[in-house]
Every structure is written in C-alpha cells, then in structure tokens.
C-alpha cells in the first residue's frame, strides 16, 4: 500500500473530562473535502498509535496505546483514557504511518472533594462563512481548564443565490444543503480545517452540546418541519448525529435514532454541571421530554455543590421585546418546563446559554443566566436599549461576538464578557465587555 500523505489535517482535540479520564480524538483525512472518497482515505482500518504525557516535550508519558480508525466512522479516533490524577494537566498526541499529529493540552475534573476553582470557556454558534474564528484564537490563549460549546458548531445552510452584506465572506466547501452523512461530513471538515478552531480544541477539553443546525434550523424531536417526510428527516438526523460524533471528543456513539446528549459532570464541591439537550426529545410544550426532564430534577434536587449549572443552548429567561412576540424557539416558548427547573433548584443556579448571537445576563429569582454571543453567526437586529428596559430582570446587553471566561470557587462565581470588534477579517483584539459576580442569585458588576 502506498503511504499515507499527512492525516492529522483536522487537528487533535479532547473531551468529556473526569476526574480519573478523558476522551482523546483525532481523525484521519489526507484530502478532507473529497467529494467522492470519505476523507480522501483507502476504505480499510488503520491503528492509530497515542501517547499521553505529564509534559508537552512527552519525556514522561504515562500511558499510550492503540486505537482503530474505522472507515464506516470516517476514520475517527475516540481514546477512552482512564486511571489518571485528578486536576491534572497532561499532553497527547497521534501518529500512524510515520505521521505525528500536533500536541494537545487536556485537563482532568478534580476529585469529589475539591474546592479548587474551574475557569471555563464558554462558546457559541460559530458559523463559517459569517467570519474568521478570532473569537477562538482568544479563548485558546487563555488556556481554560474546560471548554463549553453550547450548540451550532456547524450550520447546514447552502450558500444563497443572492447572500446578503457580510454573510458570506468565507466561502463552504458546497453551495448545497447538508443532507446527507457525506455532505455533513465535509461540512465539519471544512470547519475543523481553520487552524483557530484547531487552535481552540488543542488548548483544553471539550463539552459540546449541539443545538439545531447541526441537523437543520429550528428542528424538534422527529417532526421534518420542512415538508419532507418524517422517514426522510429521521435519515438524516441520523446522518446528522453520526458525523457530530465522529467530529467530537464525546463518550457515548449513537444508537438507533439517537444520541445520548444530556450529561452530569461533577467538578468535586465546587460545580455540578448539566448538560441539557433541547432539541432531540421535544414533545407538544415539553422542552426537555419526559425522562429527561426527571433526570434533570432527580440532578438538581440533589447536588450539594456550590453551584448548580445548567448548560444549554436557549435563552432560558422570560424575554418580551418591543415589536415582536417572544421567541417560540426559545424557554420562552415552554413556560412549564422551565417553571420545573426553577423549582427544582434551591437557589445557587447557573444557567449558561447560547444561540441568539448576543450577549445577555438576566436574574432568574434562584438563580441567574449568562447568555454568550456568537463566535461568528451574524447577530441579529435587537433594540438592546428597548429590550433592557421592557425587561427589568434582564441586566446586560452586548451586540458584539465574543465568549464568556467563568471562574466558579467556593465563594464566588464570575463572569467576564469578552467581544471582538469584527470578524469580517483576521486579527481583531478582544476586550473586556464587562465582568459579573453572582451575590445572593444578583447579578453584581464587577468592571465598574
């Protein structure tokens, strides 16, 4: 067989962090937008070789191995690595052929009985051809020890007949709608191929949470909501879950017609963190379906951790705004799921929240949200001002894209607004738009 051209094109990434493990992954692709051919790949297995180490020059590795890279899984790598120290920092990389990929940095959770504080990242809806990823190029630099992707990774848009100003400024790999396994997996290629967003996977460990354009806009449950038939729908959701895990550091692969999303990380005394999956398990005014919904309340009712955080896609507090009724395709649009959660949590709740291209802060009475804006989706037309004072519970607007830099310890829980000025090109400096501290489930500011 012929050998291999470099295959670490994609870059290295990890994910779904315990206090003993984490996920490491990688994929193969020599020509990761091939039309035809899956990655540009020979159709057979490889065994990938990795290596973790305490030290980015790996003079000490503590554990390596061999994993498969299976073509029916377009040649993704998932380590399930266990046995290690709690809060730890470790390096790991990938070679197969002669090839070795780029270094990683990853991070174990503390142990059940840490106070040690967490600092995390928190992003959102990064849309390709709104933009370039400085946004992620930032949040890189800071070195988080987690990383929370709260939804749309990818979108699954077509390039217009007819875009409009500045929302096509860098061009997909197609001008179709993903639809099919192929097609999303080009789509993610495509993302992955910008070295800020590698950049970002290789500075720490990941917990992504999808929202709906990682299968299509606005969708809910099985129901196509686009004229085709459900058959048609359920296949490419499928399709749509399949390449999302074979893009991502996650645990679990899927099974039938789904994808196990919604998760508990314990990050010892000092944070419980949910992860909610909006999305998948919808029914008529249940947001969050039966059996997640008892999950979620069994977790809240009985975390004894400083703080419980929700971590989700949608806005989750009530919003009105001027001219137009609230969002539908929001909390807002089911009331008595989210009256369940506020009445499961015993204050000290956190919700994180993505999805409307803005940046929001909102008390909740129990708790309080953080809203990230977008790392590039375009934001929309909002009356900031308006909305703000229609709203008295909702305490912050920004217009900018950015990400949220948290730091949660025994005593406190902050937040730092961070926002570029532009992303229609390379090279914008981030600032710090304001910074929040929560004090008796009130928001304090902490930048004036």
């Known amino acids: 067989m012929a050998k291999l051209g470099f295959p670490f094109t994609l870059g290295v990434a990890s994910g779904e962090p315990s206090a003993d493990g984490v996920i490491l992954w990688t994929r193969l692709a020599v020509e990761p937008l091939h039309a035809s051919k899956t990655g540009g790949m020979p159709n057979q297995a490889f065994s990938v070789k990795w290596e973790l180490a305490e030290d980015a020059a790996f003079s000490r590795i503590v554990q390596s191995g061999a994993a498969p890279a299976q073509p029916d899984w377009a040649h993704s790598v998932h380590v399930r690595v266990s046995g290690l120290r709690a809060w730890t920092e470790y390096f790991y990389r990938f070679s197969v052929d002669g090839h070795t990929s780029p270094v990683g940095r990853t991070k174990t959770a503390p142990g059940p009985d840490s106070t040690e504080p967490i600092r995390i990242g928190v992003i959102s809806c990064q849309r390709y051809e709104h933009g370039f990823f400085t946004v992620l190029k930032h949040l890189a630099a800071e070195r988080p020890d987690v990383i929370f992707h709260l939804g749309d990774y990818v979108y699954e848009y077509g390039k217009p007949a007819n875009p409009q100003p500045g929302r096509y400024l860098r061009p997909l790999e197609s001008t179709e709608e993903c639809k099919t396994l192929a097609a999303y997996r080009r789509r993610y290629a495509r993302y992955q191929l910008d070295k800020d967003l590698q950049a970002a996977h290789a500075a720490a460990p990941w917990i992504a949470m999808p929202d709906d354009h990682e299968v299509r806009d606005n969708y809910a449950g099985l129901l196509p909501g686009d004229g085709s038939s459900q058959a048609a729908f359920v296949k490419r959701r499928n399709a749509a879950y399949k390449a999302y895990y074979e893009h991502l550091p996650l645990r679990v692969r899927p099974v039938g017609n789904n994808l196990q999303f919604y998760r508990w990380r314990p990050y010892g005394k000092v944070a419980d963190f949910l992860f909610v999956d909006a999305r998948q398990y919808r029914s008529g005014r249940n947001m969050l379906g039966t059996e997640q919904q008892e999950w979620l309340t069994t977790r809240l009712t009985a975390s004894t951790a400083r703080w419980k955080v929700l971590a989700q896609p949608l806005f989750f507090a009530p919003r009105k705004f001027p001219l137009e009724p609230p969002s539908a395709d929001a909390w807002d649009g089911f009331p008595d799921s989210r009256a369940k959660v506020l009445a499961a949590a015993t204050g000290d709740l956190v919700v994180l929240s993505g999805d409307v291209h803005n940046a929001w802060a909102a008390e909740l009475g129990n708790g309080v949200e953080?809203?990230?804006?977008?790392?590039?989706?375009?934001?929309?037309?909002?009356?900031?001002?308006?909305?703000?004072?229609?709203?008295?519970?909702?305490?912050?607007?920004?217009?900018?894209?950015?990400?949220?830099?948290?730091?949660?310890?025994?005593?406190?829980?902050?937040?730092?607004?961070?926002?570029?000025?532009?992303?229609?090109?390379?090279?914008?400096?981030?600032?710090?738009?304001?910074?929040?501290?929560?004090?008796?489930?009130?928001?304090?500011?902490?930048?004036?």
């Open 370 to 448: 953080f809203v990230t804006s977008s790392v590039t989706s375009r934001p929309p037309s909002t009356d900031g001002s308006a909305t703000l004072a229609l709203n008295p519970h909702l305490k912050y607007f920004d217009g900018r894209r950015g990400y949220l830099m948290v730091t949660a310890s025994m005593t406190d829980f902050t937040v730092d607004y961070r926002a570029v000025a532009f992303v229609d090109q390379p090279g914008a400096p981030v600032v710090t738009a304001a910074g929040f501290r929560v004090l008796n489930n009130k928001l304090q500011r902490t930048d004036l």
